[in-house]
């Protein structure tokens, strides 16, 4: 406390002369900042709140590709200690992540040992494209006879991003591809709403079987071409071509 004291007398605020004594430090309750400061001038919020959601998101998009991948084993459990020390990172933003993930129904809390991998069968997947294809495949008939095909011609790059992730394979990236281009689709709704619903349920459909079987090459790559053509019926406003090729696309249960 002396210490602080002194600390006080030889800096005084806004510039003011030594002799001036130094205004009271205005005390935040401690709930308020969520941690014990001491009286000390806490560093600037945002900054460490960008830092924190920046290493957390690192680990939320490494965890999920490991998922996709099949890194990470449907019906394992892992602790977040020994997936920080895999990413080079603390148990802490490892702990976090794994609760988004949790929230998706990736994976589920196993009190005092960590994360256990969800175990989904072909069932779940046939509900999950089930329930996709009720939402989405109405929507992208609407928009097929409303949109101008300019609209569809600007969501080129988003349907080549995933030619190129499946042309090497690339199950992560595709996998962020795939939703990329899905949710340009169904933006061009105007319902925020229907956009998030429906890439919970993409990504839900994405993480890998409980025989831990993950999306082959092939397989990427005629979900891919299904995009480009579904993209090309769309600019020509074909709206029986498109009926077609949303209908085989959420068959498939893939993309």
Known sequence: MEQGRAREEVRPPYGAAASVPAAPPVRVP????????????????????????????????????????????????YSAPALGARFGVSATPVREAMQQLAGEGAVEVVPNRGFRVAERGPRELAELAEVR?????????RLARTVPPAHWCALRPLADATVAAAAVGDRASYAEADRAFHGAVLALAGNSRLVMV????????????????????????ADASE?????????????????????????GADG
């Open 30 to 77: 401690e709930q308020a900042r969520g941690e014990h400061t001491h009286c000390e001038e806490p560093p600037p919020a945002p900054r460490i709140q960008v830092r924190r959601h920046s290493v957390r998101g690192q680990i939320l998009d490494a965890l999920r590709a490991a998922l996709v991948d099949g890194e990470l084993a449907p019906g394992q459990v």
């Open 198 to 221: 429906a890439d919970d349920l993409h990504r839900r459909s994405q993480w890998p079987l409980v025989d831990n079987r993950v999306t082959r090459r092939a397989d990427l790559l």
């Open 133 to 141: 294809a009720l939402i989405e495949v109405p929507v992208m008939l």
């Open 227 to 251: 995009h480009t053509a579904l993209l090309d019926a769309l600019i020509a406003q074909d709206v029986t071509v498109v009926q077609s090729l949303v209908r085989e696309h959420f068959a």
